[in-house]
């Protein structure tokens, strides 16, 4: 099972929200980069990054400190917030990022989905970030009136290499994941499964690598991390076991 060691960023500054709110942010003294070195340093190969401004404004603002990471660290990077067109998946991926979560640019409009899954084979992570089983978009500030399982089933054939699962009620709360709506996501998914959201201990994420037979591929955390609620020694532990 692959852990995602989350870093969220805005203003240049490593943050966390409360339930996807950015009234309720709390923000961090580390550096993007130095919360990165950090986890590499730990053994960690995979980190999972989303550009908060990004996500508000539909444009890469923190681009030159996600570059700065990968070029300096060369580690993995899943990367998600505000990518709505090609141009912008070319960016990313020109300067090294594994894959590009796309999310309410996916939602709603699939073809576009669909046309970035055939350019850009096995790049292209799906972000379907949930509330009370609903699918939110532009930064978590609108509610569809699409299941995610439903908007699923209707992608599923389009090539993605991953999706990322959030329940966005239990994101940042450390109130443990919703691992029984990710197994129902996981059950339907072409592509492998993420956890996000709500993870909040040691345990947590045990309890998640039981799950991998469900097409289960790994997890995100965050919070807990920064918080200090999960030594990251024992993290990597579990995962290498």
């Known amino acids: 099972m692959k852990i995602f060691p989350a870093i969220d960023i ?3 500054k490593c943050v966390r929200l409360l339930k996807g709110n950015f009234d309720n942010q709390t923000t961090y003294k580390q550096s993007p980069y130095d919360q990165a070195s950090k986890y590499k340093d730990e053994g960690f190969l995979n980190l999972h990054i989303v550009d908060l401004d990004g996500a508000l404004t539909g444009e890469l603002v923190n ?9 300096k660290l060369s580690i993995s990077v899943e ?13 990313y991926l020109n300067v090294g990022i594994d894959k590009v979560i796309l999310g309410s640019a996916a939602i709603k409009n699939p073809i576009f989905l669909k046309q970035a899954c055939e350019r850009f084979k096995e790049r292209i992570a799906l972000g379907l970030d949930a509330k009370k089983g609903m699918l939110s978009i532009s930064g978590w500030k609108e509610t569809t009136s699409l299941t995610a399982e439903d908007y699923l ?8 290499s991953r999706v990322i699962y959030t329940d966005i009620d239990r994101d940042g709360t450390k109130t443990g994941p919703n691992i029984a709506e990710t197994i129902n996501i996981a059950k339907i998914s072409s592509a492998p499964v993420v956890v996000s959201g709500g993870i909040s201990s040691f345990e947590d994420v045990k309890k998640i690598k039981e799950f ?4 289960i591929e790994g997890v995100i955390v965050g919070k807990a991390i920064y918080d200090g609620d999960i030594n990251l020694s024992d993290l990597k532990e579990l995962e290498n076991a």
């Open 212 to 215: 991998k037979k469900f097409n």
């Open 63 to 71: 681009l030159d400190v996600i570059e700065n990471i990968i070029k």
């Open 153 to 160: 089933k209707s992608v599923n054939s389009y090539g993605f």
């Open 10 to 12: 805005k203003d240049k």
């Open 79 to 91: 990367i998600g917030g505000g990518i709505r067109s090609v141009e912008k998946i070319k960016t």
